[in-house]
């Protein structure tokens, strides 16, 4: 079977998300490849896939929201799943007490979630080096609120990465 993990990422963080997922699924016996949703021009030529983007401000980047309707048709009578990552900074919680992960779900995992019956839907925490942001994010790490809202770190949990990746390595085993 081969898998697509197709992604969007903005400063880097989120392909190398994709990358460790098709990393892992291929270590689990999966033809496996992570490339960016935009660059993904035969589509049908996979069997599953996994497709991911970086959210702000409560959306998927516009490649991978592109890519699931451009392909929407396809993507639903095969296996997929979905992954986020954005959420920057170690608490698990908001200042609510809310699940941070779970809020951080980006729109899209409602409107894909019907019409593709995803076999499941992640949200990863992210990862911001400041030495890549572009002019407007800079702008912001600027202003006193702005480091809190943009904290400087790898906040990836990749023991949580792998352990999706291997449910999805399993189910597609037919485990």
């Given amino acids: ?15 190398g998300i994709a990358e460790r997922i098709a990393r892992k699924l291929r270590e689990a016996g999966q ?7 935009a660059s993904v021009d035969k589509a049908d030529k996979y069997d599953a896939f996994v497709i991911g983007s970086s959210a702000y401000m409560g959306s998927w980047r516009k490649e991978a929201t592109e890519f699931v309707r451009r392909n929407r048709e396809l993507l639903s009578g095969h296996p997929v799943w979905l992954f986020s990552s954005g959420p920057l900074g170690t608490a698990g919680q908001d200042a609510q007490g809310r699940d941070l992960l779970k809020e951080s779900e980006p729109k899209q995992f409602e409107e894909f ?17 400041p030495n890549v942001l572009g002019r407007r994010d800079r702008l912001v790490r600027r202003i006193p609120s702005g480091r809190e809202l943009l904290p400087e770190g790898d906040f990836r949990d990749w023991a949580a990465i792998d352990e999706w990746s291997a449910g999805i390595a399993r189910e597609l085993r037919g485990e």
């Fill in 113 to 129: 979630s019907e019409s593709l019956q995803p076999r499941g839907m992640q949200v990863f925490f992210g990862a911001l080096d």
């Fill in 1 to 15: 079977m081969t898998v697509l993990v197709g992604f969007s990422s903005k400063y880097g963080a989120t392909e």
């Fill in 31 to 37: 033809d496996a490849v992570a490339r960016p949703a």
